[in-house]
Structure formats: structure tokens, C-alpha cells
């Protein structure tokens, strides 16, 4: 078994100081505690959980609730988060429980549950619709949380990117490129990151001149077989996009092959963005011709959030953290003036 010795020895510090980084300690400069926390997921480490609750009073586990679905592609999507989101949430010592909720289930109940069983010390939300209830549960109960996105209607630390921007900035370049019959492939409006994206399309139409044609926006669930559905419906009308602005690389997939069924050439009949979350399953440099867009990892957001959720737990006064990530684009290879 990896012990705090084992990791001393391979980065050159003191037990002590090793203790101290992997607990998130102020005292420690950023740079060690990230060089220490590499070092413990490389080799393995797992804090004595027993001990440790002895100690604290926690038992070091956190919990996210999602609702379970038979939808391979949905499912696939849920892995890379779940895989991703664990392993960060491990290397910071702590130990990570996914309850997979069943169709009729409440989830606020199944919250407060958890949470009062005491084997819960914090969890984590992804997808927030606004008004979220199981922001309003967690705050209530004064269980420490953290949010991956936001609830525009309620006060919570979280994790997100300016969503706003990604589509405004993607729908700017192709309407900077001459386009005009853009169509955007979304995500649930229900979820407050698709209205901000489709706001921020709306806006650059706006700064354009321009309206966007309502029969052009969808909201789609945001896996490939979806994507190319609708992106087939669209290719087939008598007046088709000239672009796509896709939510995900999911989807973008989705659009790459519906353009392959048609006969449509990306970028010569079709020009295509896309938001890429950095999944491995769905690289942006992985289509042909190679897809731009905005792109913020959610591997980047993962880090931020453990770490956040670890200071929410361990402190005496909730803090609030609100991080927003940086985001970037990349005109690709998959546009071309109209």
C-alpha cells in the first residue's frame, strides 16, 4: 500500500509537507500541492478513510446523483464525465459515489437522504436547470455542494464557462464569413448553459442585422444519433443551412455523417463549429475536415471543482466559489465564406 512516505520520497519533500498539500492547506503553494497530487494519483495513493473520519468527523465521500438512462450514446457521455470527475476527486483524497436515479425517482428526496444518512461530507451537481431543486435542497440543509453550471435564480458556488459567449463568438464568424441561414443545433433548453448559448447567438444576429430563422433552432438531447437526425431534416429542406453551429462535438459527429448521407461537402456546401468539451471519444482534431469552435475541457472544470468542493467541506463558514473558465476558439477547417 502507497503511503505519505512513499510520496515524500518521490517528490523531494517532507512527510508534513505532503500531508499538508494533498489537504488543501492555504500554506502550500499551488504549484506543490498540483505536483503532489499528480505524484499521489501516479502512485496510487489512498488516504486511510477509517482514520480519517476518526479524525475529522468526515468520511470523505462525495456523491453525485444523475438520472439513469438505456441509452447507449447518452451513457457514453456519462462515463467520460464520471471518469473524469472521479479521478480528480480520488487524487484529492477523497472517495467518489455515483447514485443512478430511476425513472419516477424524486430526486430531492434521494438528496436529502443521503445527506442525512451522515455517510455524505459533499456533493456534486452537473446539468442545472433554473430554479434548480436540488440547489434549493442542498442549501437548505446546509450540506456542502458544488455546481457544475448555474442557476441564474440561486445563490451557489460553481464551476462554469461563459456560455453566452460560445455561441455568440461561433455564430459572429459565420456571419462575419457571409452566412445567413445558420442553423444551431442546441442543447435542452431546459438547462440554463442552452439559454445563454442560444442568447448569444441571437445577440451576434442582432449586432448583424439580422434575424435568426426560429426553424433553425433546435434543442436537441446532445448525442451523435440526434445530431444527424436533425441535421438531416435540415439538409433535406428545399432551403438548407449554409451552417451548423453544433452544441457538442456529439453532435457535430452527428452532422458530419447526416452530410455524408445527403452528399453534402463540409466546408464546400456546409460550413460546421461546434463547442468541444475535450472527450476523448470526440476529438476535435479527430473529424476531416478538422472541426473548430470554442473549446474549454471539461477536464479543466473537473480540477477546479474537486478542489473547490474540498475547501467547501473542510471549512468552518460556507464559502461561495464561483470560477468561470477560460474559453477559447479555433476557426478550424470546417468553414468557408459563403
Known amino acids: 500500500m502507497v503511503t505519505l512516505k512513499d510520496i515524500s520520497r518521490d517528490v523531494g519533500l517532507s512527510i508534513t509537507q505532503v500531508s499538508r498539500a494533498l489537504g488543501g492547506?492555504?500554506?502550500?503553494?499551488?504549484?506543490?500541492?498540483?505536483?503532489?497530487?499528480?505524484?499521489?494519483a501516479r502512485l496510487g495513493y489512498?488516504?486511510?478513510?477509517?482514520?480519517?473520519s476518526l479524525k475529522t468527523g468526515r468520511s470523505g465521500i462525495v456523491a453525485m446523483i444523475v438520472a439513469g438512462s438505456r441509452d447507449p450514446d447518452f451513457n457514453a457521455h456519462l462515463f467520460e464525465i464520471?471518469?473524469?470527475?472521479?479521478?480528480?476527486i480520488s487524487a484529492l483524497g477523497l472517495q467518489f459515489v455515483l447514485h443512478v436515479a430511476q425513472p419516477g425517482d424524486d430526486v430531492v428526496k434521494l438528496h436529502t437522504d443521503l445527506y442525512r444518512s451522515g455517510?455524505?461530507?459533499?456533493?456534486?451537481?452537473?446539468?442545472?436547470?433554473?430554479a434548480d431543486?436540488?440547489?434549493?435542497?442542498l442549501t437548505d440543509l446546509g450540506a456542502p455542494f458544488i455546481v457544475h453550471g448555474r442557476d441564474p435564480e440561486q445563490a451557489h458556488p460553481f464551476v462554469d464557462i461563459d456560455n453566452f459567449e460560445v455561441g455568440r463568438r461561433m455564430a459572429e464568424h459565420l456571419l462575419s464569413l457571409g452566412h445567413h441561414?445558420?442553423?444551431?443545433?442546441?442543447?435542452?433548453?431546459?438547462?440554463?448553459?442552452?439559454?445563454?448559448?442560444?442568447?448569444?447567438?441571437?445577440a451576434a444576429f442582432a449586432a448583424f442585422g439580422h434575424k435568426i430563422d426560429p426553424a433553425l433552432m433546435r434543442s436537441i438531447p446532445m448525442i451523435e444519433p440526434q445530431g444527424r437526425a436533425v441535421a438531416r431534416d435540415l439538409l433535406d429542406r428545399?432551403?438548407?443551412?449554409?451552417?451548423?453551429?453544433?452544441?457538442?462535438?456529439?453532435?457535430?459527429?452527428?452532422?458530419?455523417?447526416?452530410?455524408?448521407?445527403t452528399g453534402v461537402r463540409?466546408?464546400?456546401?456546409?460550413?460546421?463549429?461546434?463547442?468541444?468539451?475535450?472527450?476523448?471519444?470526440?476529438?476535435?482534431?479527430?473529424?476531416?475536415?478538422?472541426?473548430?469552435?470554442?473549446?474549454?475541457?471539461?477536464?479543466?472544470?473537473?480540477?477546479?471543482?474537486?478542489?473547490?468542493?474540498?475547501?467547501?467541506?473542510?471549512?468552518t463558514e460556507m464559502p461561495m466559489h464561483n470560477r468561470i473558465l477560460d474559453l477559447t476558439f479555433d476557426k478550424g477547417s470546417a468553414t468557408q465564406p459563403i
Not at 119 to 130: M, N, Q, T
Not at 187 to 196: D, H, R, V
Request: charged share 20%.
Open 25 to 40: 492547506h492555504a500554506d502550500v503553494n499551488a504549484d506543490t500541492r498540483e505536483r503532489v497530487r499528480l505524484a499521489a
Open 238 to 261: 428545399p432551403d438548407p443551412p449554409t451552417a451548423i453551429i453544433a452544441c457538442n462535438t456529439m453532435i457535430a459527429r452527428g452532422v458530419y455523417r447526416a452530410a455524408a448521407d
Open 119 to 130: 455517510g455524505i461530507d459533499g456533493f456534486v451537481i452537473i446539468g442545472p436547470s433554473p
Open 46 to 52: 489512498r488516504p486511510n478513510a477509517v482514520a480519517r
Open 181 to 202: 441561414r445558420i442553423a444551431f443545433l442546441n442543447g435542452p433548453l431546459g438547462e440554463y448553459f442552452a439559454i445563454q448559448r442560444q442568447r448569444g447567438v441571437e
Open 266 to 315: 463540409i466546408p464546400q456546401d456546409l460550413s460546421v463549429l461546434a463547442h468541444d468539451d475535450g472527450l476523448e471519444l470526440f476529438p476535435a482534431d479527430g473529424f476531416l475536415p478538422p472541426l473548430g469552435g470554442t473549446s474549454a475541457h471539461l477536464g479543466a472544470a473537473w480540477r477546479s471543482l474537486s478542489a473547490d468542493l474540498k475547501q467547501i467541506i473542510t471549512a
Open 82 to 88: 464520471v471518469m473524469g470527475l472521479s479521478a480528480e
Open 133 to 137: 431543486p436540488r440547489i434549493k435542497c
